[in-house]
């Protein structure tokens, strides 16, 4: 009863838009440092004199660690407490930052940006948790609609504030900024979020399973960054494939007989659970194959500057930042599978449509194509998000939230790969057959790009096409089914 009592008092709590300030200020901060660093990789190589796949690095480290600390990060949360874990992800970020503005070789700066990984883990491990603790069912579409909107913001104004202070102050101060932006997201955290009562119980971390999923996760994301290079070479690539198969088969047996798991299986035993991750993987699998693609059609087939390309852009995430708030309050109305099926169907129309892109495509015709694009990942995510938040109980909450950001990882790391292999193999296809109809070079270059970038465009459908089956198949049941015993899981 005690726990009710708390979970009504939360409900009418008027600090829960405040907390929701705090939350929201960490998660941006961690999908920020994601985007705002992209912009900087060509000043780094000229600054430390290194090659560019060294400075790629400066991303794929962070990456990384997000990607394999998550989970992990979660099940900690579940079991310690999430505010204490955030905070100490922020205090984390915010040195790791400072020793990132500092770093003075190559290496050092993606040791650093490690460390700043395994921060951003704790932030993104915590944040969907810590809503879904912070807002009622009836709210909690609505708030992780706003987060969606903050990520959304992040994507925009990362590359051009990156840019911008690259360009004007210099590198180091792209990292710097974050650390009186951490320090004060710290501070509001601690002071807002509320001391919750740590479950006392005789459950154990479990470190084998924890250690065999961040070699295996590491393992999955080396082996599509490897592949996401036309040059990979088949003797590092299939012995790293066996590897992650082998440790994939290992983690799910270790999993399936250890007391208390780092990753409960018996929550994909909930086909609305199943369901709503499945479809979150191959959204962000079909997303970032046109995202990764766009830029590279803009310059090779539009012949259009940089500024242009990202002028282009700019709609779809500024339709996120309108949709997805709108969004998670219709699902919290209507429910979960309707917002969700309608949302990837849009979106899958909206990849059809891209795939007509052709070399004389207008700017208009672009923009017209991103919209339902965009306008489709913004009703779909929010709402399938906190499908998956609602459908498992409050001592796995971290665990699932930190499964949400990893698998945005893992599917767009995953459609990057894909992409690069079709783009590669469509178009020299067609490269070869136009040169051999005696079309003129740059000619065959521009046309044969745009048959990979339809080729893309329709795999990317077909995608999102299983998106809005297993949308569709994840049965009526509501969002809120087990809210009413969260309370009861931990007394």
Request: glycine content about 8%; hydrophobic content about 55%.
């Amino acid at each position: 009863m005690i726990h009710t009592e708390r979970a009504t008092i939360a409900m009418n709590d008027s600090r829960k838009w405040l907390r929701f300030v705090a939350i929201a200020l960490g998660t941006f901060m961690g999908y920020l440092d994601s985007s705002i660093v992209n912009i900087a990789l060509p000043t780094l190589t000229h600054y430390f004199e290194a090659d560019i796949t060294v400075v790629n690095w400066v991303v794929t480290s962070y990456l990384l660690m997000i990607t394999g600390l998550v989970v992990i990060f979660g099940r900690l949360a579940d079991m310690y407490g999430r505010r204490r874990l955030y905070i100490l992800g922020l205090l984390l970020f915010s040195v790791s930052s400072a020793l990132c503005g500092a770093a003075p070789t190559i290496w050092t700066l993606v040791a650093f940006r490690c460390l700043q990984g395994v921060g951003a883990a704790a932030l993104l491990a915590n944040g969907a948790a810590l809503i879904t603790e912070t807002f009622p069912s009836g709210e909690r579409g609505k708030a992780l609609g706003m987060i969606g909107s903050v990520l959304a913001v992040a994507v925009i104004i990362g590359p051009l504030l990156g840019g911008f202070l690259t360009e004007h102050v210099g590198w180091r101060s792209i990292f710097y900024l974050n650390v009186p932006v951490g320090l004060a997201g710290a501070l509001l955290a601690a002071r807002l979020l509320p001391k919750t009562e740590v479950r006392k119980s005789d459950e154990r971390f479990d470190y084998p399973g924890a250690i065999i999923l961040f070699a295996f996760l590491s393992c999955f994301l080396f082996l599509t960054s490897l592949l996401s290079n036309p040059q990979w070479q088949f003797a590092v690539v299939v012995p790293l494939l066996i590897v992650a198969i082998i440790l994939a088969v290992v983690f799910f047996t270790v999993e399936t007989r250890v007391g208390y798991a780092v990753l409960d299986l018996s929550i994909f035993r909930d086909r609305a659970f199943s369901a709503a991750s499945l479809s979150s993987f191959l959204s962000f699998w079909a997303v970032s194959s046109i995202s990764f693609l766009l830029p590279f059609y803009f310059d090779r087939v539009l012949l259009l500057d940089p500024t242009m390309s990202g002028a282009l852009l700019a709609p779809v995430p500024i339709i996120l930042v309108v949709v997805a708030p709108l969004s998670g309050h219709l699902a919290d109305r209507f429910g979960v599978r309707a917002i969700c099926t309608t949302g990837a169907s849009i979106n899958c129309l909206g990849l059809l449509f891209l795939s007509t892109l052709n070399m004389n495509t207008s700017r208009l015709g672009v923009i017209l194509r991103l919209i339902p694009f965009g306008l489709g990942m913004g009703l779909f995510q929010p709402p399938n998000n906190s499908a998956m938040m609602g459908a498992v109980p409050k001592n796995r909450l971290g665990i699932v939230s930190g499964m949400i950001s990893a698998l945005k990882n893992l599917g767009s790391m995953t459609g990057v790969a894909v992409t690069t292999a079709v783009l590669a193999i469509t178009q020299f296809a067609m490269l070869n057959k136009l040169q051999g109809l005696g079309v003129a070079s740059a000619i065959a270059e521009r046309q044969s790009f745009v048959a990979a970038v339809r080729a893309t465009a329709l795999l990317s459908a077909g995608v999102c096409a299983v998106v809005v089956f297993t949308s569709f198949s994840r049965g009526h049941r509501k969002v809120d089914r087990k809210d009413a015993n969260l309370a009861e899981v931990e007394s």
